[in-house]
């Protein structure tokens, strides 16, 4: 190796050694650092005291070591119910929220493309041109080319601003966590929807339900009624028997309008997350289980990667990350490129091709006078990113408290289903044995409204902690983030 090329090479390893360490330097002050979570995150817990059961297994953190949970499941293996299904694509394709969601999405990729774009070199091309008339005072002929001056430049000028200390870097990491957040919301707003179509659907299944097992008892009551009358006739029964029937039937067909008002309610709720006019919805019958009893939750920590309200609590705290840092690169100075070149006709005249033109300029400006602005900005920064970080905390809070609601509200409707059941089928065999004394003159018709409305309460009851079984099943599948393609 020649001394020349030792020299050469000295210096070469000189610069490098040079820019590693301001590299490092630069990481170590907080400009170049990448966000990353918190270690010292409460994430233990989140569930609370919700563990396994007979009708419900849970998997929790103490179990298993994945974070396998119903949330990976897409929306269409979750809710099988073709008619369901077909609903659920239409709220999603028409609901105006979604729509504003995706056009959120939009923006915040533009706003990415830009942050982008700033590294590179912004170009312009600033024309100009000039007429000139040199004509002498004593006058002359405007027709004379030579008393006329023309001037003209066509440069193309060049800028590029140079990211040394990370301001565009961290301008960009901004915008990239402020389009996850953005997709975040689009879709915690996709699985909001497809929890509150599925809770309506549900609904509108069990009030079906309810108005079948109205129509059935009035006509059981219908025959209580007729039986009544008929005793009443052969001087067994008497006036007031036959009134207190016949006030017990009137009431029971007051009650089937009102159940078709509530189902004409929430056809129309489900119209409105639709966006159309009020209109009947097609549904299926009531089926007898929708749900699996083995319901994997999975372990706290898949609320951070799933959830999308948590998503969006993060990528926030991303975002105060990088202006914080953005705040500590203002204290550096800024270097920015500039250049001209183009073509000028220096002599005045037409016939001149031009001369060349070009110019470059390089700037570094160092902030002075301005740390006492500069540190306030970094303290705001600062203190706006710890409160991002709290509002993390508090949302995954939250979300642990909403699943362990979830999960103890589906552990107490299954375990009340099967009591239900076992009372039900009591209260027929006790409704319609009463009935068959009173016929033959051994009880009153007293025991048999009685037993009746018994059964009628039992009836509905059982549906209604079905319909909260369904809708706890839903609220968990939604509160783990479930609800993707």
Avoid at 106 to 132: D, I, M, R, T, V
Avoid at 133 to 140: R, V, Y
Avoid at 355 to 380: C, D, E, V
Wanted: glycine share 6%.
């Amino acid at each position: 190796m020649t001394n020349m090329n030792k020299i050469h090479f000295c210096r070469l390893l000189t610069g490098g050694a040079v820019a590693a360490s301001l590299a490092v330097l630069m990481t170590g002050c907080g400009i170049y650092s990448s966000y990353t979570r918190p270690d010292d995150l409460q994430v233990d817990g989140l569930y609370g005291d919700a563990g396994p059961s007979a009708a419900l297994t849970v998997t929790g953190a103490a179990t298993v070591a994945d974070t396998t949970s119903m949330a990976d499941i897409a929306w269409r293996d979750f809710f099988t119910d073709p008619y369901l299904q077909r609903l659920i694509d239409s709220v999603l394709a028409r609901n105006a929220d979604m729509r504003i969601a995706f056009l959120r999405v939009e923006e915040s990729e533009a706003s990415l493309k830009a942050a982008k774009l700033a590294f590179l070199p912004s170009f312009g091309l600033p024309l100009s041109g000039g007429l000139n008339n040199s004509m002498p005072l004593s006058g002359g002929s405007l027709t004379n080319t030579d008393q006329w001056s023309y001037t003209y430049q066509l440069p193309i000028s060049a800028s590029w601003q140079v990211d040394l200390f990370g301001g565009l870097r961290n301008a960009k990491k901004q915008a990239q966590a402020g389009l996850l957040q953005s997709q975040a919301y689009r879709q915690a707003v996709q699985t909001q929807l497809i929890a509150n179509t599925a809770m309506l659907y549900y609904q509108l299944l069990t009030l079906d339900e309810q108005l079948n097992v109205y129509i059935l008892t009035e006509q059981s009551w219908a025959e209580s009624l007729e039986a009544t009358r008929a005793l009443m006739e052969a001087g067994v029964g008497n006036t007031a028997a036959v009134a207190q029937s016949e006030g017990a039937y009137y009431r029971i067909q007051a009650s089937i309008p009102e159940i078709k008002q509530q189902i004409r309610e929430t056809e129309n709720q489900i119209c409105a997350l639709l966006g159309t006019t009020p209109r009947p919805i097609e549904r299926g019958p009531m089926p007898a289980m929708i749900f699996a009893n083995d319901l994997r939750v999975g372990v706290p920590l898949a609320l951070l990667s799933k959830r999308p309200d948590v998503m969006q609590a993060e990528q926030n705290l991303a975002r105060a990350f990088y202006v914080t840092n953005a705040a500590r690169s203002a204290f550096y100075p800024s270097l920015s490129l500039s250049g001209l070149a183009g073509w000028s006709n220096a002599n005045g005249v037409i016939p001149n091709p031009g001369g060349l033109i070009w110019s470059a300029l390089a700037n570094l400006t160092q902030p002075l006078f301005q740390n006492g602005k500069l540190r306030a900005q970094l303290k705001i920064a600062k203190a706006q990113q710890e409160e991002a970080k709290i509002s993390f905390q508090q949302t995954l809070l939250e979300a642990g408290i909403e699943v362990n609601n979830a999960l103890a509200l589906v552990q107490t409707a299954r375990e009340k289903t099967s009591l239900y059941d076992k009372q039900i089928a009591s209260l027929e065999v006790a409704a319609e044995s009463t009935r068959l004394l009173m016929e033959h003159g051994s009880t009153t018709y007293l025991e048999v409204l009685a037993a009746q409305q018994s059964l009628l309460t039992a009836q509905l009851t059982a549906l209604s902690n079905r319909l909260s079984e369904w809708n706890a099943v839903v609220t968990l599948y939604r509160a783990l983030g479930g609800g993707r393609f």
